[in-house]
């Protein structure tokens, strides 16, 4: 099983969402049908920006983790350019 760490954006309010899952399609579809917490009531529809393959869940949470540490927009905006 592969899982994927992904980056959402939303144009509607300019945010970013960092997360992390073994179904990307499933997820997504959650994200913009309002089925998870944070992104129910904000900024529909959210686009996949970004992602990238883990061989675990472990490896993926840690790359989730990394990216929510450092905070930067910047940042993000930087992975998304590596793509």
Do not use: C
Not at 11 to 22: A, L, N, R
Not at 68 to 78: D, F, L, P, V
């Amino acid at each position: 099983m592969t899982f994927v760490v992904y980056i959402l954006y939303s144009i509607s309010i300019d945010k970013y969402y960092v997360g992390h899952t073994d179904d990307i399609e499933r997820r997504l579809t959650e994200h913009n049908t309002g089925q998870t917490r944070y992104t129910s009531s904000r900024g529909n529809p959210w686009k996949l920006v970004y992602q990238e393959n883990y061989p675990s869940r472990s490896l993926a949470i840690k790359k989730e983790r990394e990216i929510k540490a450092q905070k930067s927009r910047k940042y993000i905006e930087n992975l998304i350019a590596t793509l």
